[in-house]
C-alpha cells in the first residue's frame, strides 16, 4: 500500500482548516507524530499522511461515558 504524504498547505485545502490551525492546534493534539505526520530525513518539514488523517477523522476524540446499571442496562452520562 502506497502512503499519500502532503504538506501542511495541501492539509488545509482538504479539511478546510487555515494552515496555521493546523500548526498550532491540531498538531501533537489530535495529529500525532509517527501517526498522522512524519519529519523526513529528521528535519523540521513536516509531512502529513493522508490515509491515516481521512481515516480518523470520523473517530470520537473522546470515549463515551457509560455507567453500567444493576439491572445490566447502562446509563449515558
Known amino acids: 500500500m502506497s502512503l499519500t504524504y502532503i ?3 495541501s492539509l488545509s485545502e482538504r479539511i478546510h ?3 496555521r490551525t493546523i500548526r498550532e492546534s491540531l498538531k501533537d493534539s489530535v495529529l500525532l507524530e509517527g501517526i498522522h ?3 523526513p530525513f529528521g528535519g523540521r518539514k513536516i509531512l502529513f499522511i493522508w490515509e491515516h488523517i481521512e ?3 470520523g473517530k ?3 470515549p463515551l461515558i457509560a455507567i453500567p446499571m444493576a439491572n445490566g442496562g447502562v446509563c449515558h452520562g
Open 60 to 62: 470520537s476524540q473522546k
Open 55 to 57: 481515516r480518523d477523522m
Open 7 to 9: 504538506t501542511t498547505e
Open 17 to 19: 482548516y487555515d494552515p
Open 37 to 39: 505526520y512524519i519529519r
